[in-house]
């Protein structure tokens, strides 16, 4: 039975690049495998997917994808990247991470939200957290400059660079109801990203950090391209991500890993240039092609998993045992309810 892919993409899908030209790619060398952009409807319960791959580029954008991705998962759909973990995956805890894994990191302090929603009694529902902070030794742990950014992450938003306690302290006033960390400054001498596919294929590229283009050449150290890689690729198979992107800056020979939690890596060719795009596409391709035809499925991870391989045997019982009873009158399809659905004021009926 051929597999099939399905891309979820919003604007980038609008050109003839990525993820247009992935889709192109595997129909071209999928032998039988092939590719779409992924048509997601209203989703039961129960459903089964016609995808045995997701490739998913804008859930965090569009929360019903999300939703519906993580009972993909449950289908066995291989989803790239796990939506479980992308739900739960923040800026900090990548940072405490990678430190835990030995990849150099600049201090990051966690600093709690300096408002709250209306709920949130201060006097009463904030009894666990110490206050007020103690700035100076904040200031101390962290260093000058520093910078000041959401804990979350994502799109360089909110993000300000303070140079005192007291730039800090209005830029934290100003921060509004979001967890933000405070971050060592790196005055790198250079600045590498690497694009990483299918948690192993790591592709360096380096980068003018303070301009914010990619740059064309490839002429450094082989020992330093051997060391990104290695950080490059702990911190992708420790995230489980099999897009990403990981940015290093390089400071007296140390590369700091400076963002690396960004799912929906940058793969226009006219940013990355013509070289890094073309292997984009075909370790890309060939990755989802693998996938599809080994019939992988995420990883068992979750309790949830664990507790489902467990019961297998018994749910096959279970399903016998169905299959012998008498036959349930079946629901109507979804949209059929649909036309048999009338609302009023008091309610639906």
């Not at 129909?27 to 129960?46: K, Y």
Request: charged residues 25%.
């Amino acid at each position: 039975m051929a597999k099939r892919i399905g891309i979820l993409a919003g604007m980038e899908a609008d050109g003839p690049f990525f993820p247009a030209a992935l889709i192109d790619r595997i129909n071209r060398i999928g032998d039988g495998v092939t590719a779409e952009l992924a048509q997601i409807d209203a989703t039961p319960e129960r459903f089964t997917s016609r995808y045995a791959v997701l490739v998913d580029r804008i859930s965090h954008e569009v929360p019903f994808y999300r939703f519906h991705l993580k009972a993909a998962a449950l289908a066995g759909v291989y989803v790239v990247n796990d939506p479980f973990w992308f739900s739960a995956d923040d800026k900090f805890f990548g940072f405490s991470l990678a430190a835990k894994l030995g990849v150099p990191v600049p201090r990051t302090m966690l600093l709690p939200q300096r408002d709250y929603v209306p709920s949130i009694d201060k006097n009463r529902s904030l009894r666990n957290l110490v206050y007020p902070l103690d700035w100076e030794a904040i200031a101390r742990y962290v260093g000058f400059p520093a910078i000041l950014k959401p804990a979350d992450g994502g799109g360089g938003r909110n993000v300000t660079k303070v140079s005192s306690i007291e730039e800090l302290l209005v830029a934290y006033n100003d921060s509004g109801t979001a967890a933000m960390t405070l971050q060592q400054f790196i005055d790198f001498d250079d600045y590498y990203r690497c694009i990483c596919i299918g948690k192993t294929n790591i592709r360096v590229i380096h980068y003018d950090g303070r301009n914010r283009r990619y740059l064309a050449d490839r002429d450094w150290p082989k020992s330093l391209e051997e060391l990104l890689v290695r950080y490059a690729r702990t911190l992708c198979q420790a995230l489980g991500y099999d897009q990403n992107s990981v940015e290093f800056a390089i400071k007296d020979g140390v590369p700091y890993a400076i963002d690396f939690t960004n799912p929906a890596p940058d793969m226009y060719p006219h940013h990355i240039h013509a070289d890094n795009y073309e292997w984009c596409l075909d370790t890309f391709s060939r990755f989802c092609i693998d996938v599809a035809r080994e019939e992988r499925t995420l990883p068992i991870t979750y309790a949830w998993q664990q507790y489902l391989a467990h019961l297998s045997p018994i749910a096959a019982s279970l399903k016998e045992a169905a299959s012998a009873a008498p036959t349930a009158v079946a629901a109507p399809p979804i949209a059929e309810q649909a036309t048999t659905t009338r609302t009023h004021k008091g309610g639906v009926r």
